[in-house]
């Protein structure tokens, strides 16, 4: 088993800048691919950026340019920097991983295996 643990949401104004963690423990090496989704109220989860065992990355084109995902396996962590955010960008961020490596595409939740509780993220105009 995997247990995925967020950290790092809040509240800024627009334009701000937030990173958010996501500590892994348990089974980590089956996590050949991990990401972050996100659901707005009233919205399907989406993806955002995932990341594979060789470090390549995929963004969904909305944040393409102002977010970054990274890990440090050695701290069995993952990263998602986000800059220039904006009030669109207001929703639960959910880390996730699975035990497959990811496709060069955004991920629908559905293929996730593991899931963290969520950390909330609200950008003010």
């Known amino acids: 088993q995997v247990q995925l643990v967020e950290s790092g949401g809040g509240s800024v104004q627009a334009g701000g800048s937030l990173r958010l963690s996501c500590k892994a423990a348990g089974y980590t090496y089956s996590m050949y691919c991990m990401g972050w989704f996100r659901q707005a109220p009233e919205m399907g989860r989406e993806g955002v950026a995932f990341?594979?065992?060789?470090?390549?990355?995929t963004y969904t084109d909305s944040v393409e340019g102002r977010f970054t995902i990274s890990k440090d396996n050695a701290k069995n962590t993952l990263y998602l920097e986000m800059n220039n955010l904006k009030p669109e960008d207001t929703a639960m961020y959910y880390c996730?991983?699975?035990?497959?490596?990811?496709?060069?595409?955004?991920?629908?939740?559905?293929?996730?295996?593991?899931w963290g509780k969520g950390t909330l993220v609200t950008i003010s105009p």
């Open positions: 990341i594979g065992r060789d470090r390549s990355t």
């Open positions: 996730a991983a699975r035990d497959r490596d990811c496709s060069g595409s955004i991920l629908v939740a559905s293929v996730m295996g593991y």
